[in-house]
Nanobody, 117 residues
Framework: QVRLVESGGGLVQPGGSLNLTCTQS????????TFWYRQAPGKQREMVAS???????DYAGAVQGRFTVSRNNDKNTVYLQMNDLKPEDTAVYFC???????????WGQGTQVTVSS
């Protein structure tokens, strides 16, 4: 059984920063990709960033240059450092783990990020 817990969301002014954490518990997983998704009310879910266990990284164009995804494999933790936040970044941010063997798809509960003056 794998469990994901997000933390670090909150209210921040435009131009501010937040660091989100996704803590993964359960048995050791050797091959997987961790995704950060976000979804605002009434809008489509979108992928923000992803990182594999071998540190292959991808970003959505809307956050390129502002967000940084990283991981600590010893702690089974993935981070999303968000800088220069904009009002359009406001959303619930979800951590998603896709495991390739044994196969699996796991989601956290989400953490709210609100960017407002």
């Amino acid at each position: 059984q794998v469990r994901l817990v997000e933390s670090g969301g909150g209210l921040v002014q435009p131009g501010g920063s937040l660091n989100l954490t996704c803590t993964q518990s359960g048995s050791l997983i050797r091959s997987s990709t961790t995704f950060w998704y976000r979804q605002a009310p009434g809008k489509q879910r979108e992928m923000v960033a992803s990182i594999t266990t071998s540190s292959i990284i991808d970003y959505a164009g809307a956050v390129q240059g502002r967000f940084t995804v990283s991981r600590n494999n010893d702690k089974n933790t993935v981070y999303l450092q968000m800088n220069d936040l904009k009002p359009e970044d406001t959303a619930v941010y979800f951590c998603n783990l896709k495991v390739y063997w044994p196969s699996g798809d796991y989601w956290g509960q989400g953490t709210q990020v609100t960017v407002s003056s």
